[in-house]
């Protein structure tokens, strides 16, 4: 629940809304290049920074800005990064047949964790974050008998330190289940406007950018009812996501650093914005790693920083990749960057693959303040490798055409390794439709499937894309927008939608040659797809009347993929009217499920409507899938153990399956159901 406007903490919110809306409108950088705002077409290969090759990038940037200050013109709009929210194989399933069973974090790949608002090591212990208490963020672990009663243990508070707001992004447990690691977001002190002659007039000026902050907190669970806060790491940024693997977790952070010569006033001589200049070091640019007593030593140096020469932008975004030892006290950080914002990560046990773009990108005003991309837009791909001592180092580097959609939960999903290539689907279109008017105004946008490989010579090379000469059918129809994308193996799946949801089934068995093996039309669409065998596909998304394609309520569908040329839709039920919304449209994590022999087990938090708009309320909705006979069943919602207490919004809901229960997260505290 989002605090009270005209709270302490709800003005805190507020302010903070308002420096990231700033940031991320004018304050972020721009591409730079040609007159059209597009860059350098040059290779999106990175190279290590090498002493004083940083500084010298840092003064370009900076001369380049203050001329285009100078002559008038604006700088190209648009922020490299994309604003990020903060997000399966039966990954999120355990063992089937003790007593014990339990769930774990829905996740995109097998053996490769993301946090979550709630974990259990053992299926009776359960360690889950609050964020709603009034005087901030709590960690709360729990017990869990074998009848399903649930006794607190312990409640500690996850330290703010000099932050002036706080959100834990979730926790993750290490190895052994004995200590966790908390990942946050937030913003500290004042420190003045990034909009210094960047922004137009109307944006408030004066000191109203707050410092973003990742902090990273371990504590030690050894003893449920006395677990003990530990090292606590802070430095600059904003976490755009992170994965565990293993021991080991890595954090992939963006830091917009400000400059002297940025900040002076607009009467400043030539001379003096020169001057600013060149007192300017690389080091500046680099994220600081802040002490509990307000100290700030560097988190990397120059020579741990990748550069992309080909980089034309006039942004100076930092990428930062932190991998942290779970096992280590002090949590044992190391930190490598590259210059250049991230859009999204994606993670195996052995590859880390983070997207940027050196394109501009802007806010369209004339469609309800949509994000809108470049018609010429290409992404870079760059990738890099997980050593078993969590070393980071540098693989290769590649481009696709097109953009990742439009929302920050699912870019990852686009993105996934298998046999040592990687397949990417992305989308040519510059901004999305609202209505169906919109969609029939507008050409046709496919998405594109590039498969990629790197090389000896440290590129990603494609070695097919889709459509192509010889298989042009388009991933979509004409007004279509790409909604659900999952790849499973040697298959990928792909849904689009208008009116109807077709559910295009790829084979890319042979990786030079991907192609279209089916197609399936059904009302509505998936937003997110979830294999729950080599049989059958999960969908959940969005019911729609097939003449006007007017959303309706959640849809789940279950579809048997068995035979690629002919999928078809087996079962599907639908939840509420239009509005309704479930856990997954909210988190990535919005949904648990636990194998119990042939029967799938699932669970999500529903939040409900009738017709038109009324009656409103949430609930848990449970579900049961037959992987054998290919049904699907759902069981009465489950109305809140205390409907008093305000839900909030589903990202702060989850639900677990433990010892024949299902455990629910609703307004910061956990309710336990039979099944």
């Known amino acids: 629940m989002f605090p009270s406007p005209m709270s302490p903490r709800g003005r805190m919110f507020l302010s903070a809304a308002l420096a990231f809306a700033l940031l991320a409108g004018c304050g972020g950088g721009s591409s730079g290049g040609d007159a059209g705002g597009n860059p350098d077409r040059g290779t999106a290969a990175l190279k290590v920074s090498q002493p004083g090759e940083l500084t010298a990038y840092v003064q370009r ?26 997000p399966v194989p039966a990954a999120g399933a355990a063992p089937t047949t003790a007593s014990t069973a339990f769930s774990r974090s829905l996740t995109q790949e097998r053996d490769v964790d993301e946090p979550d608002l709630v974990k259990t090591a053992d299926g009776t212990t359960l360690v889950h974050l609050d964020a709603h208490d009034a005087a901030g963020p709590l960690l709360r672990v729990t017990a869990r008998a074998a009848g399903g009663t649930l006794t607190e243990r312990a409640a500690v508070a996850v330290t703010r330190g000099d932050a002036a707001f706080i959100s834990p992004r979730g926790l993750v447990l290490a190895p052994g289940g004995q200590a966790l690691a908390v990942a946050s ?91 600013a200049i060149a007192a300017t070091r690389g080091t500046d640019a680099l994220p600081r790693l802040r002490g509990p007593g307000g100290g700030a030593t560097a988190l990397m140096a120059e020579t741990d920083c990748w550069v992309q020469p080909a980089n034309a932008s006039h942004a100076l975004s930092i990428t930062t990749l932190t991998v942290v030892d779970l096992r280590a006290a002090d949590l044992a950080p190391a930190s490598r960057c590259f210059i250049g914002g991230t859009e999204a990560m994606y993670m195996t046990p052995q590859s880390l693959y983070l997207a940027s773009t050196r394109w501009a990108y802007s806010v369209d005003a004339a469609s309800g303040n949509a994000l809108r991309y470049p018609d010429t837009m290409r992404t870079d791909l760059h990738k890099f490798a997980l050593g078993a001592d969590g070393r980071i180092d540098y693989r290769a580097s590649g ?13 990852s999903y686009r993105l996934s390794e298998h046999g040592g290539m990687l397949r990417a689907l992305s989308f040519t279109g510059p901004i999305g439709w609202f209505t169906l008017a919109d969609a029939a105004a507008t050409p046709p946008s496919p998405a594109t499937l590039t498969v990629l490989r790197d090389n000896a010579a440290g590129r990603l090379e494609t070695q097919a894309r889709l459509p192509n000469a010889r298989r042009p059918e388009a991933l979509g ?79 789940i569908s279950l579809f048997d993929v068995t035979d690629a040329a002919r999928p078809r839709e087996a079962a599907s039920r639908v939840f509420g009217d239009a509005g309704s919304t479930s856990g997954l449209d909210a988190s990535r994590q919005g949904l648990a499920m636990l194998a119990q022999g042939p029967v799938m087990r699932l669970s999500t938090p529903l939040f409900l409507f009738d017709a038109s708009f009324t009656n409103p309320r949430d609930g848990l909705q449970r579900l049961e899938v037959d992987l054998a006979a290919g049904t699907l069943n759902a069981k009465p919602l489950l109305p809140p153990a205390d409907a008093a207490a305000t839900a909030g919004n589903l990202s702060q809901q989850r639900s677990v399956f433990a010892g024949g229960q299902v455990v629910w997260l609703r307004a910061g505290r956990l309710s336990s159901f039979g099944w």
């Open 61 to 86: 940037v900076l001369r380049a800005r203050a001329a285009a200050r100078q002559s008038g013109a604006p700088l190209p709009g648009g922020a490299v990064g994309a604003p990020s929210v903060v």
């Open 185 to 275: 977001d937030g913003w500290s002190e004042l420190v003045g406007n990034p909009c210094v002659d960047l922004c137009p007039l109307a944006l408030l000026p004066g000191p109203i950018w707050l410092r973003g902050l990742v902090a990273v907190e371990r504590f030690d669970v050894a003893d449920p009812a006395r677990p003990a806060a530990g090292a606590r790491l802070q430095f600059d940024g904003r976490l755009v996501d992170a994965r565990q693997v293993g021991a080991f977790l890595v954090l992939v952070s963006e830091y917009q650093p400000r400059f002297a010569a940025d900040q002076l006033p607009a009467a400043a001589t030539a001379a003096e914005v020169e001057a």
């Open 399 to 411: 481009e696709i055409e097109g953009h990742l959609g439009w929302d920050a939960q699912r870019k």
């Open 477 to 555: 129809k004409p007004g279509e927008q790409i909604h659900g994308v999952r790849f499973a193996g040697t298959r990928g799946y792909v849904v689009t939608f208008r009116q109807v949801d077709p559910l295009y089934v790829l084979d890319l068995a042979d990786a030079a040659d991907p192609r279209i093996a089916g197609v399936l039309e059904a009302p509505g669409f998936s937003d997110h797809l979830v294999p729950l065998s080599d049989r059958w596909l999960l969908g959940v998304g969005k019911d729609a009347d097939a003449a006007s394609g007017r959303t309706r309520g959640v849809k």
